[in-house]
């Protein structure tokens, strides 16, 4: 736990490839940390959930179209979380259905969307302490984060993962493999807005339970926090 005299709030950026378990483990460490989780994610999600809502298509929405849309995005602290509110309305269903995972990476190129989804979480971290995850989050977002980790697993591992999250059943060898492929190709799509900062802390998860990612990350940010309180 950070120093009680130190009035600057802690910053724990974790970054990674889709399906690194980003933002499961940070919400893990927040709780454990007693910190506030906020998923960038979510926030693109809310944006594209709201876009969706207007007549426009989604093969023409511009930058504006979105960002108007978005209007309606709050957040709303749940449990340790900041959770994204569709017109004050919980909308987690909504945000996380297949219409908005199919345009979700479309609106996640957009820079003035992007920039308006960094000055959100940006703005959660003024007066507390986080733990933010999601794109750009060590370069971009907090590049003066006290601590950044970068999360990466083998993506047969990843894909592995988000399918037994999605079905809730072991999944077989040909959906990891085509799960894989489609992993692959975003990863290479999102290869300019998940990049590891230089002096991220990289963690391999392929055999680690989820578990031991939490212990690695809270032994990290108590010595993060140690180090600040000693320099005072």
Known sequence: MPDETDERPVVVAI????????????????????????????LYRAATAAALRTAIPPQEWSPKVVLDAAGIVSLQPSGTSLVPLLDNQPAGKEIRGPAVTASVPRVARMAPVR???NRQIQAVAVDRNVVADGRDMGTVVFPDAD????????????????????????????EIAAETDRLVHRDAADATQSMQARDAVLIDTTHL?????????????????RARAAER
């Open 15 to 42: 970054d990674g490839p889709a399906a690194s378990g980003k933002s499961s483990t940070a919400q893990w460490v927040a709780r454990e940390l007693g910190f506030c989780h906020v998923d960038s994610g979510s």
């Open 209 to 225: 339970l989820q578990e031991e990612q939490v212990v690695r990350i809270i032994a990290l940010v108590r010595a993060v926090t």
């Open 147 to 174: 601590l950044k980790v970068y999360l990466v697993a083998d993506p047969w591992e990843r894909a592995k993962r988000r399918l037994v999250q999605h079905l809730s059943r072991l999944p077989t060898d040909e």
């Open 115 to 117: 920039a308006w989804v």
